[in-house]
């Protein structure tokens, strides 16, 4: 049977389950005191019956699903038919796959002859095994769905029950994300393992020549020295934008903490927020056909008559107006978590909105401002989209803001969409600057919380 | 009603027919008193009664609340604080405040006291404004205990203390009035003690109005004592008249716990 099907069938006799332990439970003999109340509601027993029948089903159908494959190869194998197969390798594989898309009559022909010739026992094995699956779920449900029916009783606590089942739906939902994280960090790791034994760590970290298109065999290390990388992350990402987002986005957050009226307030708070809704891709189009020019017209006026339209300014530019939203929500919430009467404290001394802004609130919503900063430096660098778009491929170790520099995250995109072979340096690369990136942000974050955590407690 | 004006005293702050409003809802309804140099007023009635609202007209701290409106005349010496022409940071330098819960700024000792100076421009010299630091904290009886410990946060200090500095604070700026809006409720005993043993040497040099829900601590400190109930001013006299021998049923009701 096909999967959704069965899968549908499974569920249509969870809920034939949750009616009929409901229905039985409803006719429970009416209680003569309080102490003798069923402990459970009908439709609890309903739920306990229904996720005794769907659950371990669909568990093990989840489980047949992932084994099933290997069991129909090796069963494919161990036919006649499969006798004059080559070895176990990349050809045995090809032939196989090309079987079974003949027996699941995904594809017209085959390329290979002995394909042709294990399509029939390859559908034979795959349809005893799919019967094998199908029998087993449809038992599994049934014995599940007998268990729970012997339990429909008034003193079954099934509500315990159901509530539990409950804490482990959501935190196996939970854990799938925290698991995806470390996977994908196990990733980086072994990726970037891999280069490192090419190339030595302190080349990669400290060399100053970047040219992955150059790549030396004998010295790859050489051309893949990453400092111009971190540098143009760091001016594009840490100065130019921040110089952009930090003043603009903390005098928003004071206007609108401290001087907007609630009517102000009221609208342009969400369009700030929209701001940061905007697809970054946008916000790329914007810096490379709009920003980018303008900036490179500025630079020949001041007699740069080779200024590129991929400079740093523009990228950073674009960035900064991102994270202004960015910004303007983290130090609005810091400030406002500041006290109110601090800010009557001062009032009451006769200072004004801005002395008091300027000597008591900013003061004390500092650390808060801070960590809004630092997390917003790891969304700079993090970013890259408008870098891609907007920022120069050529690595460069400069202090001009109207010359081109490249970022890490650029760098990355470039390396892997190239068509150079998985094992190469170059590609690995990738997962190198991925991991030195991961590191990077990963510890502003924690060192953002742990200053947002403590000025928290401070002030409760 | 009561007479608003109790003769033999100065008066350096009058109110005359004040209303507030928050919003369409009036908290203080028609409203007259006088504020008497070197006495200590007392603000008494139950919660939710106004006096609160009323004592932050004084300063215009109510300005804070947009939703906020006074109407009425308020003078300080004779000048109308509600006129355009009254500066309202030369205003609250000279009507200093202190709140409900201590609220020293997140800096050192030092630069909480230092504060209001620097705002208005009073010290020329670094030593001029530790002479004003010295002054304050010595007459808000903290500068023994803080002395040694000028540059520690103004937030380490005990909640006693912090409330002394806050009270440092107000007085630094060399005010006439100051308005204290129950100084003590978040203290514990002998912290209280404190303060009041702080209020009765303060008086010689200021006019204070304490609001407080603590009718003993009216008794102990104060002069002069309001009774507001439901945003009106019941009745206003000498303290000792108020709590012996009230004219009015309801504040005789209150001051003998029959409700508040």
């Known amino acids: 049977m096909h999967g959704v099907t069965l899968i549908l069938l499974v569920l249509g006799f969870g809920g034939i389950g949750w009616m009929v332990a409901r229905a039985r439970a409803a006719r429970f003999a009416k209680p003569a005191t309080a102490a003798d109340r069923p402990n459970s509601l009908p439709g609890q027993h309903g739920w306990h019956m229904a996720i005794w029948i769907a659950a371990p089903a669909l568990l093990f159908l989840g489980i047949w699903s992932a084994v099933s494959p290997a069991l129909v190869r090796d069963a494919v194998l161990s036919t006649p038919a499969a006798a004059g197969l080559p070895g176990p390798g990349f050809e045995r594989s090809a032939i196989l796959a090309e079987a079974r898309s003949l027996a699941l009559g995904n594809a017209y022909g085959a390329f290979n002859q002995q394909a042709e010739v294990l399509a029939p026992a390859y559908a034979a094995a795959q349809s005893r095994y799919d019967w094998i699956g199908t029998t087993l779920a449809i038992l599994l449900a049934f014995a599940g769905g007998a268990f729970a029916f012997t339990r429909i009783r008034p003193d079954y606590r099934a509500r315990t029950q159901v509530e539990r089942a409950v804490m482990l739906a959501l935190l196996v939902a939970s854990l799938i994300a925290i698991l995806t994280t470390l996977g994908i960090f196990l990733s980086l790791v072994i990726e970037s393992w891999r280069f490192f034994r090419i190339v030595p760590v302190t080349d990669f970290l400290f060399g100053t020549n970047w040219s992955p298109q150059v790549i030396r065999s004998n010295d790859p290390g050489a051309t893949l020295g990453a400092v111009p990388l971190f540098w143009g992350t760091f001016f594009i990402g840490a100065v130019i934008a921040m110089i952009v987002a930090i003043p603009f986005g903390l005098m928003s957050a004071v206007y609108l903490t401290q001087y907007a009226k609630p009517g102000?307030?009221?609208?342009?708070?969400?369009?700030?927020?929209?701001?940061?809704?905007?697809?970054?891709?946008?916000?790329?189009?914007?810096?490379?056909?709009?920003?980018?020019?303008?900036?490179?017209?500025?630079?020949?006026?001041?007699?740069?008559?080779?200024?590129?339209?991929?400079?740093?300014?523009?990228?950073?530019?674009?960035?900064?107006?991102?994270?202004?939203?960015?910004?303007?929500?983290?130090?609005?919430?810091?400030?406002?978590?500041?006290?109110?009467?601090?800010?009557?404290?001062?009032?009451?001394?006769?200072?004004?909105?801005?002395?008091?802004?300027?000597?008591?609130?900013?003061?004390?919503?500092?650390?808060?401002?801070?960590?809004?900063?630092?997390?917003?430096?790891?969304?700079?660098?993090?970013?890259?989209?408008?870098?891609?778009?907007?920022?120069?491929?050529?690595?460069?170790?400069?202090?001009?803001?109207?010359?081109?520099?490249?970022?890490?995250?650029?760098?990355?995109?470039?390396?892997?969409?190239?068509?150079?072979?998985?094992?190469?340096?170059?590609?690995?690369?990738a997962f190198a600057l991925g991991l030195t990136l991961f590191a990077i942000t990963f510890l502003l974050n924690v060192v953002a919380l742990r200053v947002v955590k403590r000025y928290r407690e401070a002030y409760e | 009603?009561?007479?608003?004006?109790?003769?033999?005293?100065?008066?350096?702050?009058?109110?005359?027919?004040?209303?507030?409003?928050?919003?369409?809802?009036?908290?203080?309804?028609?409203?007259?008193?006088?504020?008497?140099?070197?006495?200590?007023?007392?603000?008494?009635?139950?919660?939710?009664?106004?006096?609160?609202?009323?004592?932050?007209?004084?300063?215009?701290?109510?300005?804070?609340?947009?939703?906020?409106?006074?109407?009425?005349?308020?003078?300080?010496?004779?000048?109308?604080?509600?006129?355009?022409?009254?500066?309202?940071?030369?205003?609250?330098?000279?009507?200093?405040?202190?709140?409900?819960?201590?609220?020293?700024?997140?800096?050192?000792?030092?630069?909480?006291?230092?504060?209001?100076?620097?705002?208005?421009?009073?010290?020329?010299?670094?030593?001029?404004?530790?002479?004003?630091?010295?002054?304050?904290?010595?007459?808000?009886?903290?500068?023994?205990?803080?002395?040694?410990?000028?540059?520690?946060?103004?937030?380490?200090?005990?909640g006693g203390q912090q409330q002394r500095l806050c009270i440092a604070r107000a007085i630094a700026v060399d005010p006439e009035v100051i308005l204290m809006d129950e100084p003590c409720s978040a203290l514990d005993p002998i912290a209280t003690a404190k303060i009041e043993e702080l209020i009765h040497e303060l008086r010689g040099r200021y006019a204070i109005a304490i609001v407080t829900h603590n009718m003993q601590q009216a008794a102990r400190v104060s002069q002069r004592t309001a009774f507001f109930h439901l945003g009106t001013l019941v009745e206003y006299g000498r303290t000792s008249d108020i709590f012996t021998n009230p004219r009015q049923e309801r504040t005789k009701d209150y001051i003998t716990g029959r409700y508040g």
């Open chain 2, 1 to 158: 009603m009561t007479d608003t004006n109790l003769s033999n005293a100065v008066p350096k702050l009058s109110a005359r027919g004040v209303d507030v409003f928050y919003g369409q809802k009036q908290a203080i309804k028609d409203v007259s008193i006088d504020i008497a140099m070197e006495h200590v007023t007392a603000f008494i009635g139950p919660s939710g009664c106004g006096k609160s609202t009323f004592l932050r007209t004084m300063n215009r701290m109510n300005d804070t609340v947009s939703s906020a409106r006074v109407t009425g005349d308020i003078r300080l010496d004779g000048e109308d604080i509600y006129s355009p022409a009254m500066d309202v940071v030369q205003l609250r330098a000279r009507v200093g405040m202190v709140f409900q819960k201590p609220n020293p700024f997140p800096k050192s000792i030092y630069e909480n006291v230092a504060y209001g100076p620097r705002i208005h421009g009073l010290a020329a010299s670094k030593g001029e404004m530790d002479g004003i630091v010295e002054r304050s904290l010595t007459r808000a009886g903290l500068w023994n205990e803080v002395k040694d410990r000028l540059t520690d946060s103004g937030t380490a200090l005990s």
């Open chain 1, 264 to 429: 102000v307030r009221k609208w342009m708070k969400p369009i700030l927020e929209i701001l940061a809704g905007v697809p970054t891709v946008v916000y790329g189009y914007f810096a490379a056909l709009t920003v980018g020019p303008a900036i490179r017209d500025v630079a020949v006026m001041l007699g740069m008559p080779f200024a590129s339209s991929e400079s740093a300014l523009a990228a950073g530019l674009v960035m900064g107006v991102m994270i202004i939203p960015f910004v303007s929500s983290m130090a609005d919430d810091s400030i406002a978590a500041v006290p109110q009467s601090m800010r009557d404290g001062s009032l009451a001394m006769g200072a004004t909105t801005s002395e008091t802004i300027g000597k008591v609130l900013l003061p004390a919503a500092l650390p808060g401002v801070v960590a809004g900063v630092l997390l917003a430096v790891s969304r700079a660098i993090g970013e890259t989209m408008i870098v891609v778009m907007a920022a120069s491929g050529a690595a460069s170790i400069t202090l001009n803001p109207f010359e081109s520099a490249t970022t890490v995250t650029k760098q990355i995109v470039d390396l892997l969409t190239g068509e150079a072979e998985f094992d190469s340096p170059k590609t690995l690369a």
